[in-house]
Nanobody, 124 residues
Framework: QVVLVESGGETVQTGASLKLSCTYS????????MAWFRQVPGKEREFVTA????????FSSSLVSGRFFISSDDAKYAIYLQMNDLNSDDTGVYFC?????????????????WGQGTQVTVSS
């Protein structure tokens, strides 16, 4: 069983920074990649950033490149999303996801395991 739990979402002002956490637990699962997605009501889940588990290569959406950064801490069984210079377009529910299959790590359909999400609201 794979369990992902996000935390750290809150309401912040434009220009602020925020760090989200995703703790994971599994027994025999070995991910190919882990990622962060976000979603606002009425829209599809949107790719934010991903990390290949084997070599920690990262990929980011052009919307967040240079502002958002994914990292991991194996000792704490966690991945993180550092978000800087936030703006109102970054508002949404942020989800942590994991996949064991090789494929397009920027596609939500690639991921089988998801957390429950954490709300980030950026106010001006």
């Amino acid at each position: 069983q794979v369990v992902l739990v996000e935390s750290g979402g809150e309401t912040v002002q434009t220009g602020a920074s925020l760090k989200l956490s995703c703790t994971y637990s599994w027994k025999t699962f070995m991910p190919f990649a882990m990622a962060w997605f976000r979603q606002v009501p009425g829209k599809e889940r949107e790719f934010v950033t991903a990390m290949l588990w084997r070599n920690h290569t990262t990929f980011s959406s052009s919307l967040v490149s240079g502002r958002f950064f994914i990292s991991s801490d194996d000792a704490k069984y966690a991945i993180y999303l550092q978000m800087n210079d936030l703006n109102s377009d970054d508002t949404g529910v942020y989800f942590c996801a994991a996949t064991e299959g090789f494929g397009n790590v920027m596609a939500a359909s690639q991921y089988k395991y998801w957390g429950q999400g954490t709300q980030v609201t950026v106010s001006s």
